[in-house]
């Protein structure tokens, strides 16, 4: 049992309560261990009884009971757990959860834990539908948050709409399928580019920009997390190195292709960094000093080009090559020709125009453009984009398998 996966079930208060019941059944016939808290609203609909009785554990219900915490800290509970499942979620705990609150022993968890969160809603149509509600959701989602549900059908108030509780059933499959998600690029390779570059003047000065990596960064992570055996080629940033992820640390342009050229071959290439695209021409090899002649100068001379060096044909080339476009007008426009003249197969052009927010935020206005799609991805953060994109990866390879 030791490798089974672990769920923390949240049973907030609803009529639906009662369905939780079945989903502590079916995760476990799936081999899911689960342990419950039960919130006070919760308790109001099932009882501690029966959730231990099927859930084969005991039920936490308050955050300063003496005897659970000498058992386990209300901390652990969270770090025990592979997945939070929060179902059902009313609609006062989708708000407390968005707000940050820890005023119960299921928000403490929820706050306390680093761990991925999936929510089962469910709530009156109005609720549901009430702008405050959506857009505590388009801010969880905006976390990180998973979501499956809630339905539309009747209610037990007697409306028809969205707000019904997902099936246990589709519940038990978005958890599974959360699992499984983790070895979708299993037996794939993939390279990632990311972070600035620095181009020496002299042993001391060098020509930078401040790309920070946090996008490349986080696609390695999350390939990395779909299975991908992943290599980072970074340059100087000050993130620390993703999770099993193999990170080569460079700093010129040249170093970053020597890098990339040597962990040839790859299933797939990302190149996120934002490479200088001029260097020094020649470098001093001493620190250049004051001296009479006054400032010296510069001359530049243009860089290799890596995403178009790694999608050139050949027996090498990754079967998916993978660019960045940063454009202020005519993204679409731009990002397509730049895909044909870099000659690799998608293109994530970042609209970076003063409107869109973009530059500086952690925010990012994606499309996706291929040689046969354009499609423009809602507004997400570069975690939920590093994901959005590992997941279109993972459903290009399986396409090709199938
Ligand atoms: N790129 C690279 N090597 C370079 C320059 C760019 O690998 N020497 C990659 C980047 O990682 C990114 C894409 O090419 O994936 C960006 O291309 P670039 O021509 O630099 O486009 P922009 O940054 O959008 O700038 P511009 O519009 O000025 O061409």
């Given at each position: 049992?030791?490798?089974a996966k672990?769920?923390l079930?949240?049973?907030?208060?609803?009529?639906?309560a009662y369905k939780?019941?079945?989903?502590?059944r079916?995760?476990r016939?799936?081999?899911?261990a689960v342990?419950c808290?039960?919130?006070?609203?919760?308790?109001q609909f099932?009882?501690?009884?029966?959730?231990?009785?099927i859930?084969?554990?005991?039920v936490?219900?308050?955050?300063?009971?003496?005897?659970?915490?000498?058992?386990?800290?209300?901390?652990q509970?969270?770090?025990d757990?592979?997945?939070?499942?929060?179902a059902?979620?009313t609609?006062?705990i989708?708000?407390r959860?968005?707000?940050?609150?820890?005023?119960?022993?299921?928000?403490?968890?929820l706050l306390?834990t680093?761990?991925?969160?999936?929510?089962?809603?469910?709530?009156?149509?109005?609720?549901?539908?009430?702008?405050?509600?959506?857009?505590?959701?388009?801010?969880?989602?905006?976390r990180?948050?998973?979501?499956?549900?809630?339905?539309e059908?009747?209610?037990?108030?007697?409306?028809?709409?969205?707000?019904?509780?997902?099936e246990p059933?589709?519940i038990?499959?978005?958890?599974?399928?959360?699992f499984q998600?983790?070895?979708?690029?299993e037996?794939?390779?993939a390279?990632v580019?990311?972070?600035?570059?620095h181009?020496?003047i002299d042993?001391?000065r060098?020509?930078?920009?401040r790309?920070?990596?946090?996008?490349?960064?986080?696609?390695a992570?999350?390939?990395?997390?779909?299975?991908?055996?992943t290599t980072l080629?970074?340059?100087?940033?000050?993130?620390?190195?993703?999770?099993?992820?193999?990170?080569?640390?460079?700093r010129?342009?040249?170093?970053?292709?020597a890098?990339?050229?040597?962990?040839?071959?790859?299933?797939?290439?990302?190149?996120?960094?934002?490479?200088?695209?001029?260097?020094?021409a020649?470098?001093?090899?001493?620190?250049?000093?004051?001296?009479?002649?006054?400032p010296p100068?510069?001359?530049l001379t243009?860089?290799?080009d890596?995403?178009a060096?790694?999608?050139?044909?050949?027996?090498?080339r990754?079967?998916?090559v993978i660019g960045?476009?940063?454009e202020?007008?005519?993204?679409?426009e731009?990002?397509?020709?730049k895909?044909?003249?870099?000659?690799c197969?998608w293109?994530l052009?970042?609209?970076v125009?003063?409107?869109?927010?973009?530059f500086?935020?952690?925010?990012?206005s994606?499309h996706?453009?291929?040689?046969?799609?354009?499609?423009?991805?809602?507004?997400?953060?570069?975690?939920q984009?590093?994901?959005c994109?590992?997941?279109?990866?993972?459903?290009?390879?399986e396409?090709?398998?199938?």
């Amino acid at each position: 049992m030791s490798n089974a996966k672990r769920v923390l079930l949240i049973v907030s208060g609803g009529i639906a309560a009662y369905k939780s019941l079945e989903v502590i059944r079916r995760l476990r016939e799936r081999g899911i261990a689960v342990r419950c808290i039960l919130t006070a609203g919760g308790a109001q609909f099932v009882t501690p009884l029966s959730l231990s009785a099927i859930s084969g554990d005991k039920v936490y219900g308050e955050l300063f009971s003496l005897t659970d915490e000498a058992e386990m800290g209300h901390i652990q509970l969270s770090r025990d757990a592979d997945l939070l499942l929060v179902a059902p979620a009313t609609a006062d705990i989708l708000a407390r959860m968005t707000q940050g609150l820890a005023n119960d022993l299921a928000t403490t968890a929820l706050l306390a834990t680093d761990k991925p969160v999936m929510v089962a809603p469910s709530m009156n149509v109005r609720m549901w539908t009430h702008p405050a509600t959506q857009a505590n959701l388009a801010s969880l989602k905006a976390r990180g948050t998973l979501f499956v549900g809630p339905n539309e059908g009747d209610m037990a108030c007697g409306e028809y709409g969205p707000g019904r509780l997902a099936e246990p059933e589709e519940i038990v499959t978005a958890v599974e399928r959360f699992f499984q998600s983790g070895s979708r690029l299993e037996g794939l390779r993939a390279l990632v580019t990311s972070g600035p570059t620095h181009e020496a003047i002299d042993p001391v000065r060098y020509i930078a920009n401040r790309s920070s990596g946090k996008q490349g960064h986080a696609i390695a992570q999350a390939l990395a997390d779909l299975g991908a055996d992943t290599t980072l080629v970074s340059g100087p940033t000050s993130l620390p190195d993703p999770e099993r992820v193999r990170v080569k640390h460079v700093r010129s342009a040249e170093e970053m292709l020597a890098a990339c050229l040597d962990s040839l071959p790859s299933d797939v290439a990302v190149c996120a960094a934002a490479v200088a695209d001029w260097k020094v021409a020649a470098a001093a090899n001493q620190k250049l000093k004051k001296g009479d002649e006054g400032p010296p100068s510069l001359t530049l001379t243009a860089n290799p080009d890596i995403l178009a060096r790694l999608a050139e044909p050949g027996a090498q080339r990754p079967r998916l090559v993978i660019g960045f476009a940063a454009e202020t007008e005519k993204v679409i426009e731009h990002a397509t020709a730049k895909r044909q003249r870099k000659g690799c197969d998608w293109i994530l052009a970042n609209d970076v125009s003063a409107e869109s927010g973009t530059f500086g935020g952690d925010d990012n206005s994606i499309h996706l453009i291929s040689a046969d799609a354009n499609e423009s991805w809602p507004r997400m953060s570069k975690r939920q984009v590093a994901a959005c994109l590992a997941e279109r990866v993972a459903t290009h390879f399986e396409s090709r398998r199938a």
